[in-house]
């Protein structure tokens, strides 16, 4: 079963489309990553996937379950979980124990099984040792950790995370990251990764490009940066370490395409030995 | 403006339990000129330091209840903390902080959120009224506003009667670091200029600092989580760790010292990661961590091994 497919979805605030006719198919288990530079309808897409918006044109089904209908908005906002970009928007109470609770506790669930839910969540995100403590007093990585519990306590099957690093520093960022990596791996939930940072892409089995609304490329992320002046169009930057491959090659050095600095140092290792035997 | 800090000491919360002392015995110098970067971890220092700079967080001594304690019997008294900034002296209680903090512009994280005025043009006047010594001519706000604006980039005449909320992340920023520079401050403090916007809003904000370093401000400085920045921006970096600089270098000495930044929790920028990854394969290089420099490096060294024609 598909976990979410858009049929010629169109959507717009009022002005001009913010969603134009796209349609989009994610299996379950998939890890996707949705590019695109601010205002090329990114957040749109993940807010339509659990009904926070309605499409004006065409149809969403999360797991065959309509989300243009009432009765279905329950069952799939349990099972799509979104966490936002801002850390310090989504505490919704003081104690982290208590917030991870509260999405738990709004879906009716027995005490005792709430507590079971809090401990799962919290060991997922490995904050165990952070139950009793203040959320105002977490770090920004702790926080969107905490998010990510309080989403993970509704046990969704689907992940979407709407630039929930783009305020984290490099640490906090990764630790969101891996963890975020490792709820796909293991235990197989669907994730759905909107970002502009192109190095977090690259841990998805799919990435997709969208500008103005609408999906201009997919395919896997290393053969999408291998598009770079396609992308360059798309006002997205290549990674740093694209850059540099590309200006090797045009410098007369012939290395391939790659984004992990090791293997970029092995290209270049060997092409620095071939002409010395 | 010279700035000179030395033995700068703060606590949050003191006496408390929650008390945290955010710098210890701090000392740095910066001088007039410099595009000068500062990066550490969350939590490190490098905000708090900021602070006292345009004199958000005071030295004790400048504060009127302030008074001396004797020393005890025996006691040798703390050596006490200098902050200079040009001609103000921080410690000093008759320092005019509002006249220091038309010459010190402060640009906080997400400067955006400080929006506030119905249009762009009330949103940057503010500052200018509020600091100018003697009333301004409605001229003159009119004249000042409007440089301020066109040198971040965004065409005056088209936006002046707009409410900043209509405009686009990216612009919304440059309107509120217009709002800062109109006081024509000599130098200029920010936090994070470039978190949270995509790779060419970021270079378009680097860009537009370098700008504003080469015309209005003499001095830029400028915190940063973000290693390949700082190496490709800054004349000399300060490393924070536990409220304390650790170093202070040109980016091109500074990534050197890659064994003791990683073991700080800090990240090398990627041009460092390459140059260590090579040299584990025994080839040298040696570059100011440049992105150009570095290819630069690489594909001489390919030359002389003539691997290039």
């Known amino acids: ?277 | 403006m010279l700035i000179t800090a030395e033995r700068l000491n703060y606590t949050y919360n003191p006496s408390s339990p929650f008390s945290t002392q955010a710098l210890k015995d701090v000392s740095l110098t910066i001088g007039e000129g410099e595009f000068f970067g500062i990066i550490g971890h969350t939590g490190s220092g490098k905000s708090t330091f900021v602070q006292h700079l345009n004199g958000l967080i005071r030295i004790p001594s400048s504060l009127k209840k302030y008074k001396k304690r004797k020393p005890k019997k025996g006691e040798v008294p703390a050596p006490e903390p200098v902050l200079r900034v040009g001609e103000f002296d921080l410690t000093d209680k008759k320092t005019d902080f509002r006249a220091l903090r038309a010459k010190v512009g402060m640009v906080f994280q997400y400067p955006e959120y400080q929006l506030f005025a119905e249009s762009v043009k009330e949103d940057v006047a503010f500052g200018l009224k509020n600091f100018s010594p003697r009333p301004l001519s409605a001229e003159e706000t009119e004249e000042a506003v409007r440089a301020a604006v066109e040198l971040v980039g965004l065409p005056y005449d088209e936006i002046k009667d707009m409410s900043p909320f209509e405009l686009s992340g990216g612009q919304k920023r440059r309107v509120a670091i217009a709002g800062v520079i109109v006081t024509r401050p000599e130098v200029l403090v920010l936090d994070e200029p470039a978190a949270g916007l995509d790779p060419l809003g970021k270079q378009e904000i680097m860009d537009l600092l370098h700008k504003i370093h080469k015309t209005w401000c003499k001095t830029v400085i400028f915190v940063s989580h973000d290693m390949d920045e700082v190496a490709e921006n800054c004349t000399r970096v300060a490393v924070f760790a536990e409220g304390q600089v650790r170093f202070v270098l040109p980016p091109a000495e500074l990534f050197l010292h890659a064994e003791e930044l990683i073991s700080l929790g800090l990240d090398i920028p990627l041009t460092a990661k390459i140059c260590r990854a090579l040299s584990r394969r025994g080839i040298e290089i040696s570059c100011d961590f440049t992105t150009e420099d570095l290819i630069r490096s690489i594909l001489a060294c390919a030359k002389e091994r003539g691997c290039v024609c």
């Not at chain 1, 203040?134 to 969704?156: E, M, T």
């Not at chain 1, 999906?215 to 930057?237: C, K």
């Open chain 1, 1 to 277: 079963m598909n976990a979410i497919e858009f049929h010629n979805v169109s959507f717009s605030y009022g002005g001009s489309f913010a969603i134009r006719n796209l349609s989009l198919t994610v299996g379950e288990g998939e890890f996707i990553a949705v590019l695109g530079h601010n205002g090329s309808g990114k957040s749109t897409l993940a807010r339509l996937c659990n009904g926070l918006l309605e499409p004006d044109e065409g149809w969403i089904d999360i797991f065959s379950l309509s989300v243009g209908k009432r009765r279905n908005l329950f069952t799939i906002r349990k099972n799509v979980g979104i966490v936002f970009q801002n850390p310090d928007n989504q505490a919704v109470a003081s104690i982290v124990e208590d917030d991870i609770a509260f999405g738990a506790e709004n879906i009716g669930l027995a005490r005792e099984e709430i507590g079971r839910r809090i401990d799962f969540a919290l060991k997922a995100v490995g904050m165990e040792a952070y139950r009793h403590a203040a959320c105002s007093r977490l770090s920004g990585g702790q926080k969107q950790r905490v998010a990510i519990a309080g989403v993970l306590a509704l046990d969704p099957k689907v992940l979407i995370l709407d630039e929930a690093t783009a305020m984290l520093d490099p640490r906090g960022r990764r630790e969101v990251m891996d963890i975020v990596t490792r709820l796909n791996r293991e235990q197989g939930r669907t994730v759905v990764l909107i970002t502009h940072f192109m190095e977090e892409a690259l841990r998805a089995d799919r990435a997709v490009v969208m500008n103005r609304g609408e999906i201009v490329m997919q395919g896997t992320p290393s053969d999408i940066f291998e598009r770079h002046e396609e992308l360059i169009t798309y006002n997205l930057a290549l990674p740093r370490i694209g850059c540099i491959c590309e200006a090797l090659k045009q410098g007369g050095l012939p290395v391939g395409a790659t984004l992990d600095e090791e293997k970029l140092a092995e290209e270049i290792a060997q092409c620095l030995s071939r002409q010395n035997d």
